[in-house]
């Protein structure tokens, strides 16, 4: 140390600078927290913290459930799911109260090549459906590979999709997502837009087995927000990846933004199936393409509707 400073008081005088700023650190935080807030409420016509309370969850000593979730770490994520609902891409949701009250599965068509179009049917189940949910969603085994992403996931809600935490989700009463068409569905080309892929069976067996209503969801906007012109699959292996898109916009300048197409979310009347869970495929295959089916015929009604791919 120079000037005879002993290294003590150059510590003390940190701790006192860190003692100062604390109090404001404080008072930032609690500012953006009740801007956040208030600007939920504004987005919602009710409190945001009212409609929070009345969401169903059991939390454990802890502070989170029996999957991880937090609900301080929910709220945020809402937040910014609700800034891309209502503010970026505007979207329109129809068919809200085929939405029940219990265990549900929700079966969506999956596209835009990252899963914000999860995030925008969970802003829509928080912010238009009566009462309001927190949604669970199965995301990919990849995914706790990531730094940050393997914390973040189960603190908002998501879980690993295996079908032990799926069949404990719906015991619980929980709204579950699940895209049939997986990571597969997401990374479709433009020229295969909307089109949906060879559905898996699973979901289908879990309905069954935990006597869940399926609800399908047709989402409408999602697969013009990323143009991908092909797939390497080759690429993708190497990485360990599930799908490597081209995707031309992100080499604009401002490209690597989603473009700002508008959603339109259609929830369908809850389909109901009974059977044994263990039936062999071909069984199972038949109720499958019944669901399939009726979410296509969703999508080829959303897209006849829509006038627009941006307004």
Same mark, same amino acid.
């Given at each position: 140390?120079?000037? @005879? ?18 109090? $404001? ?10 801007? #956040? %807030? ?8 009710? %409190? ?10 059991? $939390?454990?000593? +802890? ?27 505007? +979207?329109?949701?129809?068919?809200? +109260? ?5 265990? #549900? ?35 990919? !085994? ?7 992403? +393997?914390? $973040? ?23 579950? $997502? ?9 990374? !479709?080309? *433009? ?23 399926? #609800? ?30 081209? #995707? ?5 300048? @401002? ?54 791919? *941006?307004?």
């Amino acid at each position: 140390m120079t000037n @005879g400073s002993h290294p003590s008081t150059a510590l003390a005088r940190i701790g006192s600078f860190a003692r100062g700023t604390l109090p $404001l650190a404080r008072r930032l935080a609690g500012a953006a927290t009740g801007a #956040v %807030e208030g600007w939920m409420t504004s987005l919602l016509s009710e %409190e945001f913290e009212q409609r929070l309370k009345r969401v169903p969850v059991t $939390l454990g000593e +802890s502070g989170v459930d029996a999957f991880g979730l937090d609900p301080a770490w929910t709220k945020w994520a809402i937040a910014g799911a609700a800034f891309l609902h209502r503010r970026y891409f505007r +979207s329109e949701v129809f068919g809200a +109260s085929n939405v029940p009250a219990g265990r #549900v599965l929700l079966i969506a068509n999956h596209s835009g090549q990252l899963p914000i179009d999860g995030a925008i049917i969970g802003a829509a189940l928080f912010m238009d459906v009566e009462p309001p949910r927190f949604m669970r969603a199965m995301v990919e !085994k990849w995914s706790q590979t990531l730094p940050f992403v +393997s914390t $973040l996931f189960p603190r908002v809600g998501q879980v690993v999709g295996v079908p032990e935490n799926a069949r404990r989700l719906l015991e619980h009463d929980e709204a579950l $997502l699940v895209f049939p068409e997986g990571a597969r569905g997401a990374s !479709k080309t *433009f020229d295969k837009r909307y089109q949906l892929i060879e559905f898996g069976l699973g979901f289908m067996r879990l309905a069954i087995e935990t006597n869940t209503p399926i #609800v399908p969801v047709a989402v409408i906007g999602g697969e013009e927000q990323y143009i991908s012109v092909a797939n390497l699959e080759t690429v993708a292996r190497i990485l360990r990846m599930p799908a490597f898109p081209v #995707v031309p916009q992100l080499f604009i300048p @401002g490209g690597q933004l989603p473009l700002p197409t508008r959603y339109r979310l259609y929830f369908g009347e809850p389909l109901n199936f009974e059977g044994d869970p263990d039936d062999d495929d071909a069984v199972m295959e038949q109720k499958v393409q019944l669901v399939k089916t009726t979410l296509q015929s969703m999508i080829n009604r959303g897209l006849k509707a829509r006038k627009h791919v *941006f307004w």
